[in-house]
Structure formats: C-alpha cells, structure tokens
Nanobody, 126 residues
C-alpha cells in the first residue's frame, strides 16, 4: 500500500509562485517503479492532468499551455513529489491531487491511477 499526502496549497495572488509537495510512503515504494502525477480539479470542472513524471525513464509531461510555468520533480531521498508553479493565474485555482501509477510509463490518465492523495486547495486571487 502507498500513501500520498499533499501539502503547500493556499491562497495566493496572481503572479505569485507556489510549490506543492506530496509525501509518499509505503514499505516497498520505489520511485523507479512508478509514474507520478499532479491532477487539478477546478471549480465546476472535471479533474484533469497537470503534469506527470516517470523517474525511471527521466521523462516529464505537461498537459496544457501553462507548461512553461510548471515544473514537476521528485526527491528520491525524501520520497517526495513536487510541483512548482510560477506566474500563477486565477485559472490555476483548484484542488490539486497527487497520484501514482504502478508503472514507469507515460502518459498518465485517471483510469490508470493506483493511488490518490486527498488533495490540497490552491486559490489564486486576481
């Protein structure tokens, strides 16, 4: 079993930066056997992929036009996943979920997710 716990959300002003963290735990967890991702559920919308990373393959994926403002990364020593977001806009508002799939292959879709975090709220004010 793998547990994911997000942190780092909050209320920020447009133009700010924010880094979300996801602490990963599990007796047999190893980043090299998983694809990790961040999903966002904006108010009134379906949950969507924001960014994904395959540590084993050394590849990343960013889902939309905001990709130049996002950076997904992992810290293997801390077993943590991060999402840095720069130049935030009100459209970035939503609940951000950390997700893990037991495979090292991208892409990452909701139906392939094996583990979800509980989510962390990000609100960007204009």
């Amino acid at each position: 079993q793998v547990q994911l716990v997000e942190s780092g959300g909050g209320l920020v002003q447009a133009g700010s930066s924010l880094t979300l963290s996801c602490s990963v735990s599990g007796r047999t967890f190893n980043f090299n056997g998983y694809t990790m991702g961040w999903f966002r559920q904006a108010p009134g919308k379906e949950r969507e992929l924001v960014a994904a990373i395959s540590p084993a393959l050394g590849t990343t994926y960013y889902a939309n036009s905001r990709q130049n403002h996002y950076n997904i990364s992992t810290d293997h020593a801390k077993t943590a996943l991060y999402l840095r977001m720069d130049s935030l806009k009100p459209d970035d508002t939503g609940i951000y979920y950390c997700a893990a799939r037991k495979s090292d292959t991208l892409p990452l879709t909701e139906d392939l997710i094996d583990y979800w975090g509980q989510g962390t709220q990000v609100t960007v004010s204009s």
